[in-house]
Each structure stands twice: as structure tokens, then as C-alpha cells.
């Protein structure tokens, strides 16, 4: 699931920041207010919506209701656009220049710039998916869809009769713990490292 998570993630976030950076609609501005205003709400106010939205299209207690409302994050969206906004538009003017269509200059131009980024979204996803609780808790009942942040908790709680062994909850969440700060520290460089790419003179 967290592998699904993010690389979705990864490919609408880059997508929506493209559009919204570079593509001229009607609306555009009212959704990127939209998608601010998204960040700013506490994401337990949102629970019950979610909840409801998960029932009515009857994807409650599935992969589907699992995956599908965390496809989409609305920091990632927010942090790719203004990443294309920082690129200077003569990049892809030049492209233009040399003949490349709109596929290819969104491609081999802009994609190879926002690698960065990129990774940086990918290991935020990561992160968020696999820590990921309180969607999980509305999403899903069934224990053949508990997931390892579902079991941590009911562990530490005391659900599973193992309410004073203290080592077991604590080697429970290093365990959980190490795959994330693993991908980090192979990444770690990669992150935000805005120095790639160059304008072309």
C-alpha cells in the first residue's frame, strides 16, 4: 500500500504542480486558493467526510478505500508548483526554440530539473503513507486489512493482552521505524537539491 500510496502521489503531484504553474485555465487560481486553504484545515476535521464519502461509494473495508483518498496530497501538489514556479520560463522557451513538442519539453526538460523535488515528495509520501493511522482507523474493520501503524497502536494500548511489556512496544516501533529512516538516509542528498539543472544561455 505505501508503495501505491507514493508512487501516485509522486505522478498527480508532479502533474497538478505543472498545471497549475504553467497551463492557463479558467479557475486555476480559485483551485490553488482551494488546495491552501485544504492544508490549512486539521486533518481530523476531515475524518467524518472522508468516512462518509468511503461508504457511499462503497469501498469501505477495501484496498480501494485504502489507497485511493491518499493518492492525491494537497502539500506535495503545493510544494511542486511552486518549484515550477521557480524555474525560469526561458528554459522551456528555448526548448521551444530548438523544435521539441509540449510531451517532450515536459519530459526531457522540465522532469530531469524537478528530480529534486521529486524524490523529496517521494520520501515525504513514503514517510506519510507508512505512518499513516487515523485513515486507516475509518477505512477499514476488517483484520485482514490491519495494517502494521493499526497494529503498533493496538499493541501499545494494550488490545493485544501485552499492556506492561514494554521492550516488545518499543522494539515494535523501531522495527516500524527503520524502513523509513533507511529510504532517508539513501536519499538524504537528493533532497531539495535545487542546484541540478541549468538554464541553457
Given amino acids: 500500500m505505501t508503495l501505491f500510496v507514493t508512487a501516485g502521489r509522486v505522478f498527480f503531484d508532479y502533474l497538478a504542480g505543472y498545471a497549475l504553474s504553467r497551463l492557463r485555465f479558467p479557475g486555476r487560481n480559485l483551485i490553488y486558493v482551494v488546495l491552501v486553504g485544504v492544508m490549512s484545515v486539521p486533518t481530523v476535521v476531515l475524518l467524518i467526510p472522508k468516512f ?5 461509494l462503497g469501498i469501505y473495508d477495501t484496498y480501494a478505500g485504502m489507497i485511493l483518498p491518499l493518492l492525491v496530497d494537497a502539500s506535495g501538489v503545493f510544494i511542486m508548483r511552486n518549484f515550477f514556479e521557480s ?4 528554459v522551456e522557451e528555448q526548448a521551444k526554440i530548438d523544435r521539441a513538442g509540449t510531451f517532450r ?3 526531457s526538460v522540465v522532469l530531469p530539473m524537478a528530480r529534486p523535488t521529486i524524490v523529496t515528495i517521494a520520501i515525504l509520501s ?7 493511522l487515523s485513515h486507516f482507523i475509518i477505512s477499514t ?3 485482514a486489512l490491519t495494517t502494521l501503524t493499526k497494529g503498533v497502536a493496538a499493541l501499545a494500548s494494550g488490545q493485544l493482552s501485552q499492556g506492561n511489556q514494554y521492550s516488545l512496544k518499543l522494539a515494535a516501533a523501531v522495527i516500524m521505524t527503520l524502513p523509513v529512516a ?14 541540478e539543472g541549468a538554464v541553457k544561455d
Fill in 141 to 143: 474493520q476488517s483484520p
Fill in 126 to 132: 513514503f514517510q506519510g503513507s507508512w505512518n499513516e
Fill in 182 to 195: 533507511i529510504v532517508f538516509f539513501i536519499f538524504r542528498k537528493r533532497i531539495m537539491n535545487v542546484s
Fill in 87 to 90: 524555474v525560469p520560463r526561458s
Fill in 105 to 107: 519539453i515536459f519530459w
Fill in 52 to 56: 462518509l464519502i468511503i461508504k457511499y
